[in-house]
Structure formats: structure tokens, C-alpha cells
């Protein structure tokens, strides 16, 4: 097993650019949520989804946009970057016991 | 609004000896309370989950108790080892499966 999967591990961006962060997991799990992580603050949650096909905001939702075509995938597209994104992205989905898998993150910064 | 504290920044301890971390959250009724490992470059990983109506659980070297009242939650980490530096996070989940996180305790742990 894989786990979850995030690609790709580090981005440079420029300002006004989009990108796509990429997670797959293979664990058929329903849940799964983005968080992004700066220093001092903790994980803060971006978007999640409860199953394929349903997505909604999470703490910090702004200026990023989430879908949910299949069970496996739940990319985070980035729609014009700017300096205040430049953080580190995790991807994470939630066993039937309650804890949650993340990815080793993508780490992103915008210039 | 919700909030989620974790005693300090850092915990320096010598080697043997037992880590004891702090999680204090005010505005939250949790339905779980989670403890997460996270080192340098790398995604969280779990630790421990611990529901609403338990007190205690273990995990090998590993101890954490819930006390709703006080809405409090300690984790300890008895004979301790330099292998166990890292930082650790507690995360709270409400029924509706999102999880938010303190900002996460850095703990050395001396040879």
C-alpha cells in the first residue's frame, strides 16, 4: 500500500501563476482534506470532501479550488498564486477509525 | 472561537526520563482527541486516538489521558530516547470528521 501520494514534492511559482497539487490515495477512504502548515500556527484545514463528488471549505478556503471525480483523488489547483500561499500543502484521508493518513506534503513557494 | 494550545514550544529532556506534553482547548466539544508525530520534511503521522468517553489509553513507551472537564489532554512518553525527537501535534475531531490542530510541541531529546 501506497498510502497517500502527493506530487509533485516542491514548486516555485510566480505570482499570478496556477497550479494543481496532486493526492491519491489507495485505501478507499471516503474522507479526505487538504491542510496547508506555516511556521507557528499549526495545520490549518483548506478544503475536504466526504466522498466522490462532494467538496466543501474548510478554515482557510481562499484562492484555492478542490474537486472530487473519484474516490482516489482529490487534487488542489492554486487559481492565481500569490506570496501569502508560499507554505507547505498536505493531503491527508481519514480511516474508519478515526485518524488520518497525510502525504509527506509539497512545499510550495510563490515569488 | 475554538481554540487549541499546546503547553510550549519546545521540551528539552534527558535521556530516560518521561516527556509529559500538554493539550488545552477551549470552545470544542471533541468526539476524538489525536496525537500526531511530525519530523523535519516529513507529513504527520498518528500516534494515538482517544474518544470523548475514555480516560487513558497506552501504546507501548506511550500514554495519553482526556479529561473532558478540564478539557485538557496529556501525552507522555516514558523512557524516553533521542529516536523519539520530534515535534508533536494534538488534533481535535468533532463528529464531522475535521480535524484542527495545535501549532505542535518540539521535543529534544538529549543523549
Known amino acids: 500500500n501506497a498510502g497517500v501520494t502527493q506530487t509533485p514534492k516542491f514548486q516555485v511559482l510566480k505570482t499570478g501563476q496556477s497550479m494543481t497539487l496532486q493526492c491519491a490515495q489507495d485505501m478507499n477512504h471516503e474522507y479526505m482534506s487538504w491542510y496547508r502548515q506555516d511556521p507557528g500556527m499549526g495545520l490549518r484545514l483548506i478544503h475536504y470532501s466526504v466522498g466522490a463528488g462532494i467538496t466543501d471549505q474548510g478554515e482557510v478556503p481562499n484562492g484555492y479550488n478542490v474537486s472530487r471525480s473519484t474516490t482516489e483523488d482529490f487534487p488542489l489547483r492554486l487559481l492565481s498564486a500569490a506570496p501569502s500561499q508560499t507554505s507547505v500543502y498536505f493531503c491527508?484521508?481519514?480511516?474508519?477509525?478515526?485518524?488520518?493518513?497525510f502525504g509527506s506534503g509539497t512545499r510550495l513557494t510563490v515569488v | 472561537s475554538q481554540k487549541i494550545e499546546q503547553n510550549s514550544e519546545a521540551l528539552n529532556i534527558q535521556e530516560g526520563k518521561t516527556a509529559t506534553l500538554t493539550c488545552n482547548y477551549t470552545n470544542y466539544s471533541p468526539a476524538y482527541l489525536q496525537w500526531y508525530r511530525q519530523d523535519p520534511g516529513r507529513g504527520p503521522v498518528f500516534l494515538l486516538l482517544i474518544r470523548e468517553n475514555e480516560k487513558e489509553k497506552r501504546k507501548e513507551r506511550l500514554k495519553v489521558t482526556f479529561d473532558t472537564t478540564l478539557k485538557q489532554s496529556l501525552f507522555h512518553i516514558t523512557a524516553s530516547q533521542p529516536a523519539d525527537s520530534a515535534t508533536y501535534l494534538c488534533?481535535?475531531?468533532?463528529?464531522?470528521?475535521?480535524?484542527?490542530f495545535g501549532a505542535g510541541t518540539t521535543v529534544t531529546v538529549r543523549a
Open positions: 491527508a484521508s481519514r480511516t474508519l477509525q478515526g485518524n488520518h493518513t
Open positions: 488534533a481535535l475531531d468533532g463528529d464531522d470528521y475535521k480535524l484542527s
